[in-house]
């Protein structure tokens, strides 16, 4: 029988940036690897799921503007990760549920991602678009990504949550 571990989810401090960083890196089929400066500088933007002392997963987000339309900008929910040993027991669910009601506050039109796992965003409520919807998104990130030259041959789904929705 598997022994079941208690976890909280939490907004992220400094000293869980090395282990978002290990987090990370150790999914590099799956996430765009960060820089652990980057992570650093944008350490507010990032929540981690905790474990008896042991980060087993942790998710970030960054607003994505739309040229000349403040109202129209985006949320991109990044860097979704849960640790192996603790996969399949709602962590990624709640860290994604969790990052999306954080930025509620500032009325973004649309959380977006771009994933390898579309199952698992669409049972969050995230439903695949066609990538020349969120031409934003690729200026802004995938423009200059080191694993794909062009977006629209990258594998990758692009999928929205629209957040003005009535609830
Ligand atoms: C995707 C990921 C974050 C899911 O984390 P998790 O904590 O296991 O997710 P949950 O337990 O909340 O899963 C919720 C549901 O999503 C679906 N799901 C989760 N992982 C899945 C997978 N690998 N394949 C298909 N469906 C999946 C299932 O329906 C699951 O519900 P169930 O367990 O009742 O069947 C985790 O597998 C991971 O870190 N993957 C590598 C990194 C990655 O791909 N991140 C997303 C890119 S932005």
Known sequence: MTEKKKYHIRPARLDDAMAIFDLIQSHQDDLIPRPLGDIISNIDRFIVCESENVIAGC?????????????????????????????????????????????????????MVLTFAPEFFSGLGFVEVPKTSVMHKLYMGCINCTKHANPFTCPEIAMVYDLRAKQ
């Open 59 to 111: 998710a970030a987000w960054k607003i994505i503007p739309e040229i000349g339309n403040p109202s129209k900008a985006s949320v991109e929910v990044q860097s979704v990760a849960v640790n192996k040993e603790f996969r399949r027991r709602g962590i990624g669910s709640k860290l994604v549920r969790n990052t999306i009601e954080n930025v509620r506050r500032f009325d973004p039109f649309q959380a």
